[in-house]
């Protein structure tokens, strides 16, 4: 007897395939016979995937791939599609939190996943302007409508701006206000400058 088979190839995804392989049996006054073999080449693993490390960056921020990074995969058997959603959680200001899963595809359908968190946080001060250093003639009216109020800036979020005084009097119906004026932004980062104010009797 002799024995000889031939091979019908059926390429599937990646680099997966089928074979039946026909087997074919003759003797020796060429009676023959033949039976079919299914061999089938499967990718069931999933691909490697590697996230981008974690980062902390401050306000205002770029959070795009370009600056925060791209996962990387491999995969034996086929090719890689490499997408990314977001999820946002919002915190002070304008900071916030980002969830980002990096999902792994390969051709045969294949998927591994891993999740990279960015953070944008607010640690800056705001920046605050006193008003200037003032001297009036007793009776004097030392309120901010008259000695003016604080100014203050934030990058990242809205501010409050608040004063305390302290009050040092001295003869007569004279004294010495050191105001002190505070900027708290909304993620409670806080600067303060102190304004003098001085009330006197040159009459």
Do not use: E
């Given at each position: 007897?002799?024995?000889?088979?031939?091979?019908?190839?059926?390429?599937?995804?990646?680099?997966?395939?089928?074979?039946?392989r026909?087997?074919?049996?003759?003797?020796?006054?060429?009676?023959?016979?033949?039976?079919?073999?299914?061999?089938?080449?499967?990718?069931?693993?999933?691909?490697?995937?590697?996230?981008?490390?974690?980062?902390?960056?401050?306000?205002?921020?770029?959070?795009?791939?370009?600056?925060?990074?791209?996962?990387?995969?491999?995969?034996?058997?086929?090719?890689?599609?490499?997408?990314?959603?977001d999820?946002?959680?919002?915190?002070?200001?304008?900071?916030?939190?980002?969830?980002?899963?990096?999902?792994?595809?390969?051709?045969?359908?294949?998927?591994?996943?891993?999740?990279?968190?960015?953070?944008?946080?607010?640690?800056?001060?705001?920046?605050?302007?006193?008003?200037?250093d003032?001297?009036?003639?007793?009776p004097?009216?030392?309120?901010?409508?008259?000695?003016?109020?604080?100014?203050?800036?934030?990058?990242?979020?809205?501010?409050?701006?608040?004063?305390?005084?302290?009050?040092?009097?001295?003869?007569?119906?004279?004294?010495?206000?050191?105001?002190?004026?505070?900027?708290?932004?909304?993620?409670?980062?806080?600067s303060?400058?102190?304004?003098?104010?001085?009330?006197?009797?040159?009459?």
């Amino acid at each position: 007897i002799t024995i000889s088979h031939s091979d019908a190839v059926t390429v599937d995804c990646g680099t997966t395939y089928q074979v039946v392989r026909t087997w074919l049996a003759v003797n020796a006054c060429g009676n023959s016979s033949s039976c079919d073999q299914m061999i089938i080449v499967q990718d069931t693993a999933p691909p490697v995937i590697t996230c981008p490390i974690d980062i902390t960056l401050d306000c205002p921020a770029d959070t795009s791939t370009t600056n925060t990074g791209v996962a990387t995969a491999t995969d034996a058997c086929s090719s890689i599609t490499i997408s990314h959603s977001d999820a946002v959680t919002s915190d002070c200001g304008t900071t916030y939190q980002v969830v980002r899963t990096w999902l792994a595809v390969d051709a045969c359908g294949n998927s591994s996943s891993c999740d990279q968190m960015i953070t944008v946080q607010d640690t800056t001060r705001p920046v605050i302007t006193c008003p200037i250093d003032i001297t009036l003639d007793c009776p004097a009216d030392t309120s901010t409508i008259n000695t003016g109020v604080a100014t203050a800036m934030d990058v990242c979020s809205s501010i409050t701006i608040s004063h305390s005084d302290v009050v040092t009097t001295d003869c007569g119906a004279t004294y010495q206000v050191v105001r002190t004026w505070l900027a708290v932004d909304a993620c409670g980062n806080s600067s303060s400058c102190d304004q003098m104010i001085t009330v006197q009797d040159t009459t």
